[in-house]
T-cell receptor, first 114, second 110 residues
């Protein structure tokens, strides 16, 4: 059974703080993704990684960075949190199988920036 | 224009009804398509892949029309447990990147 875990379900931070969101998957997936989900906007891709130490910008990378030092772990970093980064953050992973690429999601982290 | 567009709903239907959702995509280079289901306050999970020939899984049928660039999901004999948000998803290009629609909310009532 594929399992994607995220370090926190709920997080409250203050404006300007550095925030780390951690994601771990146990299925040896090559690809890992970070999304944010907001009402009316759906899931939007922030960053993704298709290999260790590799990263690609998604659709909304501004204000975020990522780190992938090990295959199973993908971290999202908010260098200086702002109130407009209050959102639900979802991590996902998938095999790299070309067209068929089901993504498995973690339970999400609801981040509130005050 | 969004790459993947869906009617947000909500669709309120009685138990036992048949309901259909459509989704349109703008990038003709999109290669494969999926329907994901997301329960309230839960993560999205794959419901089914969408093949050009159409595919069926129990009460669920998915269709793809490449000429008109739309995808459909049909749910027959709706159950209360079908209440959820259904996300239409397109795969375009390389690197396994998916583009999600904003979802259609379904509420099945007694």
């Amino acid at each position: 059974d594929v399992k994607v875990t995220q370090s926190s379900r709920y997080l409250v931070k203050r404006t300007g703080e550095k925030v780390f969101l951690e994601c771990v998957q146990d299925m040896d997936h090559e690809n890992m993704f970070w999304y944010r989900q907001d009402p009316g906007l759906g899931l939007r891709l922030i960053y993704f990684s298709y290999d260790v130490k590799m990263k690609e910008k998604g659709d909304i990378p501004e204000g975020y960075s990522v780190s992938r030092e090990k295959k199973e772990r993908f971290s999202l970093i908010l260098e200086s949190a702002s109130t407009n980064q209050t959102s639900m953050y979802l991590c996902a992973s998938s095999f790299d199988r070309g067209a068929y690429n089901e993504q498995f999601f973690g339970p999400g982290t609801r981040l509130t920036v005050l | 224009r969004k790459e993947v567009e869906q009617d947000p709903g909500p669709f309120n239907v009685p138990e036992g009804a048949t309901v259909a959702f459509n989704c349109t995509y703008s990038n003709s280079a999109s290669q494969s398509f999926f329907w994901y289901r997301q329960d309230c306050r839960k993560e999205p999970k794959l419901l089914m892949s969408v093949y050009s020939s159409g595919n069926e899984d129990g009460r669920f049928t998915a269709q793809l029309n490449r000429a008109s660039q739309y995808i459909s999901l049909l749910i027959r004999d709706s159950k209360l447990s079908d209440s959820a948000t259904y996300l239409c998803v397109a795969h375009t290009g390389t690197a396994s990147k998916l583009t999600f629609g904003t979802g259609t909310r379904l509420q099945v009532t007694l």
